[in-house]
């Protein structure tokens, strides 16, 4: 049973920059690949980052140059630097580690951007 805890959302002006983390725990073995997704309200989760356990990444078009994507293995943490943030990314922010053909999701961390 894989447990993931997301840290670091708020509320932060257009322009600015947040950090999220996600950690996880309760896995045997490393988990290869762990990302982001985003669920505005009275949208679908979307896709945002993913990340592999040997770094390879992947971003949605939106946030491409905005946003980052990392991991420290070590730590089993993954985190979010999100800069240049604006209104269209408020949302709330699950970390997903799918793990043995299983999907592991975080409780989920609220960002809101104000304009």
């Known amino acids: 049973q894989v447990q993931l805890v997301e840290s670091g959302g708020g509320l932060v002006q257009t322009g600015g920059s947040l950090r999220l983390s996600c950690a996880a725990s309760?896995?045997?073995?490393?988990?290869?690949?762990m990302g982001w997704y985003r669920q505005a309200p009275g949208k679908q989760r979307e896709l945002v980052a993913t990340?592999?356990?040997?770094?390879?990444?992947n971003y949605a078009d939106s946030v491409k140059g905005r946003f980052t994507i990392s991991r420290d293995n070590a730590k089993s943490t993954v985190y979010l630097q999100m800069n240049s943030l604006e209104p269209e990314d408020t949302a709330v922010y699950y970390c997903?580690?799918?793990?043995?053909?299983?999907?592991?999701w975080g409780q989920g961390t609220q960002v809101t951007v104000s304009s």
């Open positions: 997903n580690a799918p793990y043995y053909g299983l999907q592991y």
């Open positions: 309760g896995s045997r073995f490393i988990i290869r690949l």
């Open positions: 990340i592999t356990d040997d770094g390879r990444t």
